[in-house]
């Protein structure tokens, strides 16, 4: 089967599965959005929304958040992995926003990842979510999925936002990139799945018998 028709496969198996995609990490505008991607590399994402819920009770806004200071958004975050340079990353970027930005979260790739702690993958949901922009951020469920989907080769997740971008039209990458997520979670997770279990494998791939090996993001 050609990748183009196993894309349209995974798009209307997905659509089927989530027909809504709401935003996982909680947040109440686009500054605390952003400051709970920069916290969730590496993190969960129920983990990050357990302790953001007290962090952004005292600091939802650049100002508060500098006035907070690197050891209180530390005591906030410490249960998280890298929680020393997230909570600097924290303090420096809404420092930034204030002095160069009006405390307004900007809406260009290069400002976003001109921002401490902010890479592209963070900058890519900042601007899919909030300012919806069409972006494909690869997290390590898109990356594993998408080796697993014959979508890409998966040397790099550079490689594989390209992939997808091409295979996937431009209207859908908001959302898709959020249901390939969910279902990363929920069915094909890392723990392993030689490529034959559910039923999107065995739409894209029926006669598969050799066990799939993905690369790490
Ligand atoms: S068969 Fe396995 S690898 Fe394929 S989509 Fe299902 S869970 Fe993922």
Redesign the pocket.
């Known amino acids: 089967m050609k990748k183009i028709d196993r894309s349209k496969i995974i798009i209307s198996e997905l659509q089927k599965l989530y027909p809504e995609t709401p935003i996982p990490l909680n947040h109440n505008g686009p500054f605390t959005l952003l400051i709970a991607v920069v916290l969730s590399a590496q993190s969960t994402d129920k983990k990050v929304n357990e302790l953001t819920e007290e962090l952004f009770k005292v600091a939802d806004n650049p100002k508060k958040m500098v006035n907070l200071g690197i050891d209180n958004i530390y005591k906030y975050i410490k249960q998280l992995g890298l929680s020393r340079q997230k909570s600097k990353n924290t303090y420096n970027l809404s420092k930034i926003l204030l002095e160069k930005y009006n405390g307004i979260v900007p809406n260009t790739f290069e400002e976003l990842e001109s921002l401490p702690g902010v890479g592209h993958k963070t900058a890519s949901v900042v601007m899919s979510q909030v300012f919806n922009v069409p972006s494909f951020p690869v997290d390590t469920h898109i990356h594993r999925?998408s080796q697993?989907w014959g979508l890409t080769n998966g040397k790099s997740v550079i490689q594989t936002e390209k992939d997808l971008k091409r295979i996937f039209p431009m209207s859908l990458w908001n959302k898709l990139h959020l249901q390939i997520i969910f279902y990363g979670r929920e069915?094909?997770t890392a723990r392993g799945?030689d490529?034959?279990?559910?039923f999107?494998?065995k739409k894209v791939y029926p006669n598969r018998k050799k066990k799939?090996v993905t690369q790490k993001a």
């Open positions: 999925l697993r069915y094909c799945c490529g034959t279990k559910c999107i494998c799939v």
